[in-house]
């Protein structure tokens, strides 16, 4: 066998010479026969590497049931995937090609937002933002408290007489930007993770094709601190002669924030209002008169994130023992104070004075009737 395959080898020798020198023959004959075994083709599953996002929940106040994560190119801000969602008890695997990205990341889905945030633009990450659902029936009970104000301030004038809030606060002109209220939104978290680089190395490459994907061992790990995007509004309003309004018909908190920017992770510089039920009533200790009713609820927060000089109003509607409508509206902006714990905490405290007035039968005392007070609907978390 040997000597067959030196035969072999001069005859090419022989034949190959007549074309070509002697030593460079010798060396592309005998190259393939004392070179090292080829390597296997590699495998290259999708081109993509493993990256595992990593929500940090501690100060967000929220309790997700699940993440959803968006990848954007940073070269244009397009949207290159919106990854389905996971449980937000699992680990968060998403795949990434070779180049730079920004990462948004939410508790949930958009789908279980509806009704409550209205999420837009999300195919390009310059135009992505949550905003506020408009309540067309409140925004029309605004409207109309509204014109009422404004009829009530041009008699007050036409009179010759200065309209006040019983000595609490001046009434406020109507800004001359469209009113309407927007639905209570919902418990939200984002984290914007900006200068994601993807390299060749990180692509998930292996010598053989494996029996599982191995690309989770190597993940590029990725923290994601989630900022609550929604705020706690808490308004207080000390009421001195509390005894003499038998409630409230819905009051309004006008000039927060529509919505928020998922970009620039800032509130929205339009503004919409809130309409709410002040009627969670308490007397003083030792007193049978005087008390305070308290109110909480989401809001997108302050305009700009209080960057602006924009103005804040609240209206408060009480209904008298006698029957009779008694509107107040405060400027509130100096009165807010902000809490930055975990919920943005928008802190409101307010001094008013009832006028003493005698009920439709003839009694002075506080109408525990609640009928007059404005229903309220609350969702039960299932």
Same mark, same amino acid.
């Given at each position: 066998?040997?000597?067959s395959v030196?035969t072999?080898?001069?005859?090419?020798?022989r034949l190959l010479?007549?074309?070509t020198s002697?030593p460079?023959v010798?060396?592309l004959?005998?190259?393939?026969?004392?070179?090292?075994q080829?390597d296997?083709?590699y495998?290259?599953?999708?081109?993509?590497a493993?990256?595992?996002?990593?929500?940090?929940w501690?100060t967000?106040?929220?309790?997700?049931?699940?993440?959803t994560?968006?990848?954007?190119r940073?070269?244009d801000?397009?949207?290159y995937?919106?990854?389905?969602p996971?449980?937000a008890?699992?680990?968060?695997y998403i795949? @990434?090609? /070779?180049?730079?990205? !920004?990462? #948004?990341?939410?508790?949930?889905t =958009?789908?279980?937002f509806?009704?409550? $945030?209205d999420?837009r633009?999300?195919?390009?990450l310059?135009?992505f933002?949550a905003?506020g659902v408009?309540d067309?029936s409140r925004?029309?009970?605004l409207?109309e408290h509204l014109?009422a104000q404004?009829?009530?301030r041009a008699?007050s004038?036409?009179?010759?007489?200065a309209?006040?809030a019983?000595?609490?606060?001046?009434?406020?002109s109507?800004?001359?930007?469209e009113?309407?209220c927007?639905?209570e939104?919902?418990?939200?978290?984002m984290s914007?993770?900006?200068g994601?680089?993807?390299?060749?190395e990180?692509?998930?490459?292996?010598?053989?094709r494996?029996?599982?994907d @191995?690309? /989770?061992?190597?993940? !590029?790990? #990725?923290?994601?601190?989630?900022? =609550?995007?929604?705020s706690?509004?808490? $308004?207080?309003?000390h009421?001195k002669g509390l005894k003499y309004a038998?409630?409230t018909?819905?009051?309004?908190?006008?000039?927060v924030?529509a919505?928020?920017?998922i970009?620039?992770?800032t509130?929205s510089?339009?503004?919409?209002?809130?309409a709410?039920?002040?009627n969670?009533r308490k007397?003083d200790?030792?007193?049978?008169s005087d008390?305070?009713?308290?109110a909480s609820?989401?809001?997108?927060?302050l305009?700009?994130?209080?960057?602006?000089d924009?103005?804040y109003?609240l209206?408060?509607n009480?209904?008298?023992?006698?029957?009779?409508?008694?509107?107040?509206?405060f400027?509130?902006?100096d009165l807010i104070s902000?809490? #930055?714990?975990l919920?943005?905490?928008?802190?409101?405290?307010?001094?008013?004075?009832l006028?003493?007035v005698?009920?439709?039968?003839g009694g002075?005392g506080?109408?525990?009737?609640?009928?007059?007070w404005?229903?309220?609907v609350v969702?039960?978390?299932m």
């Amino acid at each position: 066998m040997i000597r067959s395959v030196s035969t072999l080898l001069q005859s090419l020798l022989r034949l190959l010479s007549e074309y070509t020198s002697g030593p460079v023959v010798a060396i592309l004959v005998l190259l393939p026969l004392f070179s090292c075994q080829r390597d296997h083709l590699y495998y290259a599953s999708s081109n993509t590497a493993t990256v595992l996002v990593e929500p940090d929940w501690s100060t967000s106040a929220v309790h997700p049931n699940g993440v959803t994560v968006y990848a954007y190119r940073e070269s244009d801000g397009s949207l290159y995937k919106r990854f389905p969602p996971v449980s937000a008890d699992q680990k968060c695997y998403i795949k @990434l090609p /070779q180049g730079d990205f !920004t990462l #948004v990341v939410m508790n949930d889905t =958009p789908e279980e937002f509806k009704g409550r $945030i209205d999420f837009r633009g999300e195919q390009n990450l310059s135009t992505f933002q949550a905003r506020g659902v408009k309540d067309e029936s409140r925004s029309q009970k605004l409207n109309e408290h509204l014109k009422a104000q404004a009829e009530a301030r041009a008699a007050s004038e036409s009179e010759g007489t200065a309209a006040s809030a019983s000595g609490s606060a001046a009434p406020v002109s109507k800004s001359e930007d469209e009113e309407y209220c927007i639905v209570e939104p919902d418990t939200l978290a984002m984290s914007v993770i900006r200068g994601l680089h993807i390299s060749p190395e990180q692509i998930d490459y292996y010598y053989d094709r494996p029996e599982y994907d @191995l690309s /989770q061992e190597s993940a !590029t790990v #990725v923290p994601a601190l989630m900022k =609550p995007v929604v705020s706690q509004v808490n $308004i207080k309003a000390h009421v001195k002669g509390l005894k003499y309004a038998r409630g409230t018909t819905l009051s309004f908190l006008r000039g927060v924030a529509a919505g928020y920017d998922i970009s620039t992770q800032t509130n929205s510089t339009d503004r919409a209002a809130h309409a709410f039920v002040l009627n969670n009533r308490k007397f003083d200790a030792g007193s049978d008169s005087d008390g305070t009713i308290t109110a909480s609820f989401l809001s997108f927060g302050l305009i700009g994130d209080g960057t602006t000089d924009s103005r804040y109003y609240l209206d408060i509607n009480f209904v008298l023992i006698n029957g009779e409508p008694y509107p107040l509206t405060f400027d509130v902006t100096d009165l807010i104070s902000v809490d #930055v714990s975990l919920y943005l905490t928008l802190n409101l405290d307010l001094e008013i004075v009832l006028p003493e007035v005698v009920g439709e039968e003839g009694g002075g005392g506080f109408n525990t009737d609640v009928s007059e007070w404005e229903d309220e609907v609350v969702d039960i978390p299932m």
